[in-house]
Each structure stands twice: as structure tokens, then as C-alpha cells.
């Protein structure tokens, strides 16, 4: 598909700035309490951006589509992640604060995968890194983290476990937090 250099400066434009306000509002919502105000403000915000990042990622990939495939599938894999885990947590399902741990987190290493993929040979540092690193590095880093957030997450009691006496927990409720 042709397509002229003012088209592909703004999708390109576009898809920066919704790059960067992802990784911004991404780290908001980690690092804040999970209550509501600011982490649900920052959630929000950043799936709205991840939304218009793989948007803009899928007419960059139909532009140049043999230098952009595997970007294209970090990008839908960054996308199906975030919405699989904004699904688990809006429709309640059984263990879905874990999966969107899970999904959230992987939706933002696969956004930064991407990124480096695409401009770690631009930058300073990552330019000395051999190719495959920018490949592995944010996984490295954001799976680990991934983990210990799990590991804190309290882990939902199974149907009909516990005890059935007054004041004891029923099976929907979560083992209480174990900080380690």
C-alpha cells in the first residue's frame, strides 16, 4: 500500500505520543494505591492509549508490512493482553484481580518489547546491546516483577473450603495479604 509522507509523519506522531502516555500513566497506575482515584484514572487512561498505540501500530504494519509483522503481533498481543485483564476485573470472574496482574503487567512489557524492537538501536546504551536483548531485557525485568505482585496478591479460597463457623471466612473470600 503507497501512502504518502504526511500520512505515515502523523501515524507515526500519533503513535509516539500514545506510546509515551501509556508508559507515564502505566507506571501511575503501579505504583498507586489500589483503591479508587488515581489508579483507576490511570488505568483507564492507559488502556484508552494502549488502544490508540495498537491502532496506530495496525495502519503502520499495513504500510509496511514486511518490516512491521512482528511488530504488529507484540502490539496485538499488548492489546489482547490489557483487554483479557480489563475483562477479568469489570466482569468479576473468580481469581480476575490475578489475572489482570498478570495481563496488565504483560500488556506493559510486551508495549516497551515493542518499543525497544523498534528504537533500541537509536538509543544511547541500548544501541551497544546485541538485537536479541531488545527482545528479552523487558521481559527479564517485567516478569520478575509480575511474580512478586502475585505472590502478594491474596489467593482466592476455593468453593466450599473454610470453615462454616460464625465470624470464620466463607469460600469467596481471599486468604488474608502475606507479606514476605
Known sequence: MAAGPLLFGVLIGA???AGLACVVTGVVAMLSPKRAGRHPTAGTIYYGCLSAVFATAS???ALRWSEDFPLFVVGTLAFLSASLGRTALRQRWRGGVRLRIACMGASYVLLLTGFYVESGAK????RELP???YWLVPGAVG???IVRALLREPVPLPEGAGSTRRGARSGAEEHPRVRG
Open 131 to 133: 538485537p536479541v536483548a
Open 143 to 145: 516478569i520478575p516483577l
Open 123 to 126: 538509543l544511547p546504551l541500548w
Open 15 to 17: 503513535h509516539v505520543l
Open 59 to 61: 495502519l503502520l504494519a
